[in-house]
């Protein structure tokens, strides 16, 4: 019997297509990992236990269910995302573009996004999710991109089918810059492009990883920007 076939657009399908992407034995080493890079990484670094922090396109929750904070929001508008929050994490399912009407300027201490805005549809979509996100951190608020590096991938950033904005850390820092953003930390390797290649999944190889900066610059494929939203004066 063949298989039903369904109708529509991407954005219609992301459930499906996650669900498709990565099996259940994935997922888990995902959230394992996470565990591990917001313990020895992200929460020390640029989270503080009285912040505010949103996860854009937060998918699987894999990020804000383990990031430090006193107010955690996941925006997705997958419906599984609902299914993953942990307790305490409140879910918006909205479009980035319509972050600031859900949640207000100058809301937001922390923006965070993971492997988001190589699926948006151009670059006239990234500078109004930039500006959307620019309006709802506070001032001096810091938005942190993880993403892959399509100079340092080459061909292999299309092997995902939803893939349809290819950015460099220099294009990306180019969109923040013309957003209104200030470049505070700008890194070309940082992860491996997909969990599904040698990203090492265990806690201890994990951490020994993050440990050593020169080996980001081995087998880095994915991109590390931070950029700051400027202090009014």
């Known amino acids: 019997m063949a298989a039903?076939?369904?109708?529509?657009?991407?954005e219609s399908a992301l459930d499906r297509i996650y669900r498709n992407r990565f099996s259940p034995e994935e997922r888990a080493a995902k959230q394992a990992l996470w565990k591990?890079?917001?313990?020895?990484f992200f929460n020390p670094r640029y989270l503080t236990r009285d912040a505010t922090v949103v996860d854009l396109g937060a998918g699987y929750c894999d990020f804000i269910n383990q990031a430090t904070a006193a107010r955690r929001f996941a925006v997705d508008i997958n419906p599984d995302t609902a299914e993953f929050a942990a307790p305490g994490v409140e879910v918006l399912a909205t479009p980035l573009e319509s972050l600031a009407e859900a949640l207000g300027p100058n809301s937001v201490d922390v923006a965070f996004a993971s492997n988001v805005f190589e699926h948006l549809r151009?670059?006239?979509?990234?500078l109004t999710v930039l500006d959307a996100v620019r309006t709802v951190l506070k001032s001096g608020g810091r938005l942190i991109i993880m993403q892959p590096n399509v100079r340092v991938l080459g061909g292999a950033f299309w092997d995902f089918f939803d893939h349809t904005l290819p950015l460099s850390e220099r294009g990306m820092a180019e969109a923040l810059t013309t957003s209104g953003f200030q470049i505070e930390e700008c890194r070309a390797r940082f992860l491996p492009y997909?969990?599904?290649g040698v990203l090492?999944?265990?806690?201890s190889l994990a951490r020994f990883y993050l440990a050593l900066p020169p080996i980001w610059w081995l087998l880095g494929k994915q991109m590390l920007v931070v950029a700051r939203k400027p202090s009014e004066a």
Do not use: E, I, R
């Open 200 to 203: 090492p999944t265990s806690a």
């Open 194 to 196: 997909t969990t599904k």
């Open 36 to 40: 591990v890079l917001c313990g020895s």
């Open 122 to 126: 151009g670059p006239d979509v990234l």
């Open 4 to 10: 039903p076939v369904h109708h529509g657009n991407v």
